[in-house]
C-alpha cells in the first residue's frame, strides 16, 4: 500500500540556518510528490510538487526540494530559514493507479524558529 | 478571489446533532475532496466527487454524507454527531481527479462535539 512517511515529528531551527525536512514514500512506481504548509488555524498550501524530469524542484518561499528514486525520499529544504516559517510541513504523494488519484499524506513536521 | 471556501469556520454542537458544512470553489475544477484532520494534525482524505459523481468514499461511517448539487460545490451533512468527530474538515478541489495536478484547500472548518 502507498504510505509516506516523515520521520521528524519535530524540528526547530535557529533564524537564518538552513533546513532539510525528511520525506519518504512507499510506492510502487515514480508518484507525483508534493509539499504542503499548513500555518496555525489555516489551511494547506502547496509548496512545491514533482511529477517528473528535474529531480529538483524550486517552489514558493525560497523553498527546493529533491526527488531520490534510490533512496524513495523528497526532501524539503531551504537555505536560511526565517521566522514566519514556522508552520507544520506535510509532504504528499499522489499515486497515479490509472484510476481515481488522490493525496496521501504523512503525519507532518511541525517547524519551530528560534530568534 | 478565486478560492476554495468552507462555511461555517468554526462549529461547536452537542452530541447527537446533525450539522452540515459547505464548500464551494469558483476555479472552474472538476473534482472536489473532503479530508479529516484528526487531532495530532493527520490528515485522512475521506470522499471525492468528480463533476457531482461520488469517485472516492473510504472507510467513514455512514453518519458522513457528502452531497454536491454541482461541481462547484460540496458538502458534508454529518447525522448523530459523535465526540470523536471532533476535528478539522478541510475541502479541496484540483482541476480533474487524474494526473498530478496539485489540490487547493479550503481554510478548514473546526468541528467541537461536547
Known amino acids: 500500500a502507498q504510505s509516506v512517511t516523515q520521520p521528524d515529528i519535530h524540528i526547530t531551527v535557529s533564524e537564518g540556518a538552513s533546513l532539510e525536512l525528511r520525506c519518504n514514500y512507499s510506492?510502487?512506481?515514480?508518484?507525483?510528490l508534493f509539499w504542503y504548509v499548513q500555518s496555525p488555524g489555516q489551511g494547506l498550501q502547496l509548496l512545491l510538487k514533482?511529477?517528473?524530469?528535474?529531480?529538483l524542484v524550486q517552489g514558493i518561499k525560497g523553498f527546493e526540494a529533491e526527488f531520490k528514486r534510490s533512496q524513495s525520499s523528497f526532501n524539503l529544504r531551504k537555505p536560511s530559514v526565517h521566522w514566519s516559517d514556522a508552520a507544520e510541513y506535510f509532504c504528499?504523494?499522489?499515486?497515479?493507479?490509472?484510476?481515481?488519484?488522490?493525496?496521501?499524506f504523512g503525519a507532518g513536521t511541525r517547524l519551530a524558529v528560534h530568534p | 478571489d478565486t478560492a476554495v471556501s468552507q462555511t461555517p469556520k468554526y462549529l461547536v454542537t452537542q452530541m447527537g446533532n446533525d450539522k452540515s458544512i459547505k464548500c464551494e470553489q469558483n476555479?472552474?475544477?472538476?473534482?472536489m475532496y473532503w479530508y479529516k484532520q484528526d487531532s495530532k494534525k493527520f490528515l485522512k482524505i475521506m470522499f471525492s466527487?468528480?463533476?457531482?459523481?461520488?469517485?472516492i468514499n473510504e472507510t467513514v461511517p455512514n453518519r458522513f454524507s457528502p452531497k454536491s448539487p454541482d461541481k462547484a460545490h460540496l458538502n458534508l451533512h454529518i447525522n448523530s454527531l459523535e465526540l470523536g468527530d471532533s476535528a478539522v474538515y478541510f475541502c479541496?478541489?484540483?482541476?480533474?481527479?487524474?494526473?498530478?495536478?496539485?489540490?487547493?484547500f479550503g481554510s478548514g472548518t473546526r468541528l467541537t462535539v461536547v
Open positions: 479541496a478541489s484540483r482541476p480533474d481527479f487524474r494526473g498530478g495536478y496539485g489540490y487547493t
Open positions: 510506492y510502487g512506481a515514480t508518484p507525483y
Open positions: 514533482y511529477f517528473s524530469g528535474d529531480t
Open positions: 504528499a504523494v499522489g499515486p497515479f493507479s490509472g484510476g481515481y488519484n488522490k493525496l496521501i
Open positions: 476555479l472552474g475544477h472538476d473534482t
Open positions: 466527487y468528480n463533476n457531482k459523481e461520488l469517485i
